[in-house]
């Protein structure tokens, strides 16, 4: 059977490939069908986003589709900026300017609580639709340090360490994130339907 990923990031093509890289599963992406239209990405939820996403390429080429969305959310801030975190401080996607726009909203506030979401949508041709997602919590510090990683990591302090994701080795970002959980959770819960053709 085919698996096409909605992701043109090819860091996550290359994870999300080993993973559900066994037997009688050809995984392909988004890339491969230039028919695909560009999805807004204009829901409320990261549910909602995801699964708009793996519906529409669902159904533009008739095979399994896998997307995912993820973002920020801040506990003294309502959640946000949640599934604006791309946009948070406008267009075009600026993480250093979405990063001095968090720590601004966060200004003599106290309690720092964040994690990061990640939600995995799987769309099956014949129209059904699962979720699973991942989480990874923490806080925000006072100031941006460190350089690995993209967009907040420089901000955020996954619960049980003292450093941020952008001081932290990638090896153990890729342990413990939003991402390697719900992909986790991706393969437990799918690995079996994908392997048996429908
Ligand atoms: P996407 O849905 O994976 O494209 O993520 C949307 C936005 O959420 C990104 O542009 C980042 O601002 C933020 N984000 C998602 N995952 C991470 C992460 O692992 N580290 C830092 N920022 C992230």
Known sequence: MNLILATRNEHKLLEIRKLFDFAGVRVQSA???????????????FEANAIKKASTLCR???????????????????????????RYAGEPVDYHANNVKLLRELQGVENREARFVCVMALAFPDGR?????????????AACRGTNGFGYDPLFIPEGHEQ???????SVKSRISHRAHAMQQAVTAWKQLLA???
């Open 31 to 45: 890339l491969d069908f230039p028919e695909v239209p560009e999805v807004e990405e204009d829901g409320g939820t």
């Open 60 to 86: 533009v080429t008739g095979f399994h589709a896998l997307a995912d969305d993820s973002g920020l959310e801040v506990k003294a801030l309502a959640g946000e900026p949640g599934v604006y975190s791309a």
């Open 129 to 141: 639709v699962e979720t699973v997602r991942g989480e990874c919590r923490g806080r925000i510090a």
């Open 164 to 170: 941020t994701f952008g001081e932290l080795e990638e």
């Open 196 to 198: 048996i053709p429908r």
